[in-house]
């Protein structure tokens, strides 16, 4: 699917640069790292939109990929040249974006409930075993062990659902294989060793990167089998705004959100095989009618390997089931991340400090929900002035760039 893209701005050096800048800001990157390079649009650290001035966002976007530092994933050399240079010039780059454990599925949780990781979900959960909760601790932190969350616990998605907002995770692969898991709601029997762990070559889905399954309030219900679904839906769905959920999240396969390297099916995997999903699914989101009308993208990485991929930021507590939420250290590592909207002027570059409980905030700001988990932690940064640049576009249904230009497949 041959693309082709307008763009403006910031050179893949630059990007560079500001990626090394993660590590140096690890323990509160709330605080300005070096000035970043004049030829992107800056702006100062932490400025927040209030509330009335807030872009009118009606369609958020969340593409996840795997175990990539900021500095592999932007940084000189990167094989993801698609995410690294052209998208990184036609959006907003956020340098200091950190993920808040390891391994995979803590993060994921993370990012839909605000629940922080414990010794289960810190080890992927390779047993899909109930959470046993014996408490609630300081912002609605459940105290206990195991993996699948009782109905008590609630994520975005209950939100949304509870304020007849729709929404819908696509999960690549899920259900190729039926002996493996089904095509909606994917996952397997309580007490069962989780098979999804192995991929295969016809499926390489993998349950402990779809957070929605990790929770009694979703997985009991009949939302479940309607909103968590395979990614081959995902087309149909962008070709109208009615049909276009409101909060979509995305999640490749274990080899195309670079997990593997190389992959079960010979594929290269890592980066290389992340860009080229990019390469696909980003175009068919940014020309979607939704999208063109209200939408942002973001596109992030869960966790960092390598130095660096237990530090933190923004202050980020543990839980009370794991004292450090890193494993060996206080977070996920500096990570990065990419957010595209019309309300985004090409080029922005934000050196503010962000985690994964930032998006969830951000989320539940954009659709006025209460903050979960420590999404409500004080003091917390959510996407403010300093990422959407561009407030004021009301262009609506036209290109990303402020002209119209439009993006064409």
Same mark, same amino acid.
């Given at each position: 699917?041959?693309?082709?893209?307008?763009?403006?701005?910031?050179?893949?050096?630059?990007?560079?640069?500001?990626?090394?800048?993660?590590?140096?800001?690890?323990?509160?990157?709330?605080?300005?790292?070096?000035?970043?390079?004049?030829?992107?649009?800056?702006?100062?650290?932490? #400025?927040?939109?209030?509330?009335?001035?807030?872009?009118?966002?009606?369609?958020?976007?969340?593409?996840?990929?795997?175990?990539?530092?900021?500095?592999?994933?932007?940084?000189?050399?990167?094989?993801?040249?698609?995410?690294?240079?052209?998208?990184?010039?036609?959006?907003?780059?956020?340098?200091?974006?950190?993920?808040?454990?390891?391994?995979?599925?803590?993060?994921?949780?993370?990012?839909?409930?605000?629940?922080?990781?414990?010794?289960?979900?810190?080890?992927?959960?390779?047993?899909?075993?109930?959470?046993?909760?014996?408490?609630?601790?300081?912002?609605?932190?459940?105290?206990?062990?195991?993996?699948?969350?009782?109905?008590?616990?609630?994520?975005?998605?209950?939100?949304?659902?509870?304020?007849?907002?729709?929404?819908?995770?696509?999960?690549?692969?899920?259900?190729?294989?039926?002996?493996?898991?089904?095509?909606?709601?994917?996952?397997?029997?309580?007490?069962?060793?989780?098979? #999804?762990?192995?991929?295969?070559?016809?499926?390489?889905?993998?349950?402990?990167?779809?957070?929605?399954?990790?929770?009694?309030?979703? #997985?009991?219900?009949?939302?479940?089998?309607?909103?968590?679904?395979?990614?081959?839906?995902?087309?149909?769905?962008?070709?109208?705004?009615?049909?276009?959920?409101?909060?979509?999240?995305?999640?490749?396969?274990?080899?195309?959100?670079?997990?593997?390297?190389?992959?079960? #099916?010979?594929?290269?995997?890592?980066?290389?095989?992340?860009?080229?999903?990019?390469?696909?699914?980003?175009?068919?989101?940014?020309?979607?009618?939704?999208?063109?009308?209200?939408?942002?993208?973001?596109?992030?990485?869960?966790?960092?390997?390598?130095?660096?991929?237990?530090?933190?930021?923004?202050?980020?507590?543990?839980?009370?089931?794991?004292?450090?939420?890193?494993?060996?250290?206080?977070?996920?590592?500096?990570?990065?991340?990419?957010?595209?909207?019309?309300?985004?002027?090409?080029?922005?570059?934000?050196?503010?400090?962000?985690?994964?409980?930032?998006?969830?905030?951000?989320?539940?700001?954009?659709?006025?929900?209460?903050?979960?988990?420590?999404?409500?932690?004080?003091?917390?940064?959510?996407?403010?002035?300093?990422?959407?640049?561009?407030?004021?576009?009301?262009?609506?249904?036209?290109?990303?760039?402020?002209?119209?230009?439009?993006?064409?497949?």
């Amino acid at each position: 699917m041959p693309t082709r893209f307008h763009i403006t701005g910031w050179s893949l050096a630059a990007a560079a640069g500001a990626a090394t800048l993660v590590v140096a800001a690890c323990t509160d990157s709330r605080a300005p790292t070096d000035a970043a390079p004049s030829a992107a649009v800056t702006s100062p650290q932490a #400025t927040q939109l209030g509330a009335n001035a807030r872009p009118k966002i009606g369609h958020v976007f969340i593409l996840i990929l795997e175990n990539e530092s900021a500095t592999a994933t932007f940084g000189p050399g990167s094989p993801a040249q698609f995410l690294a240079d052209t998208l990184v010039k036609q959006g907003a780059f956020l340098p200091n974006y950190f993920g808040i454990g390891h391994a995979s599925l803590d993060n994921y949780i993370a990012m839909i409930s605000g629940q922080a990781p414990d010794s289960a979900s810190q080890a992927d959960c390779s047993i899909y075993t109930n959470f046993e909760q014996t408490g609630t601790a300081a912002f609605g932190q459940a105290i206990g062990s195991g993996c699948v969350f009782p109905r008590t616990v609630k994520t975005v998605a209950n939100q949304l659902d509870d304020r007849h907002v729709r929404w819908r995770a696509y999960m690549e692969d899920m259900g190729n294989d039926p002996a493996r898991e089904a095509d909606r709601c994917g996952h397997v029997p309580i007490g069962s060793v989780d098979i #999804t762990n192995n991929e295969e070559p016809e499926d390489q889905y993998a349950a402990r990167h779809n957070p929605f399954v990790w929770f009694h309030a979703i #997985t009991d219900f009949r939302v479940c089998q309607t909103s968590v679904v395979p990614l081959s839906l995902l087309e149909s769905d962008l070709a109208s705004e009615d049909r276009t959920p409101r909060y979509v999240f995305i999640t490749p396969n274990v080899c195309h959100d670079g997990h593997d390297s190389p992959c079960v #099916t010979g594929e290269p995997g890592g980066l290389v095989s992340a860009d080229l999903f990019l390469r696909e699914w980003v175009p068919l989101i940014l020309n979607s009618p939704a999208f063109k009308k209200d939408g942002v993208l973001l596109i992030t990485t869960d966790e960092a390997e390598g130095a660096g991929g237990s530090t933190a930021c923004c202050n980020e507590m543990p839980g009370p089931n794991a004292a450090l939420p890193g494993g060996d250290g206080p977070g996920g590592g500096p990570v990065g991340a990419v957010l595209l909207s019309r309300f985004i002027k090409p080029g922005t570059v934000s050196q503010t400090g962000y985690n994964h409980y930032s998006m969830l905030k951000s989320v539940e700001e954009i659709f006025d929900l209460p903050l979960l988990g420590f999404a409500a932690q004080p003091g917390l940064a959510s996407f403010g002035s300093d990422v959407f640049t561009n407030p004021g576009n009301t262009a609506g249904h036209r290109g990303m760039n402020d002209g119209g230009d439009k993006l064409v497949q």
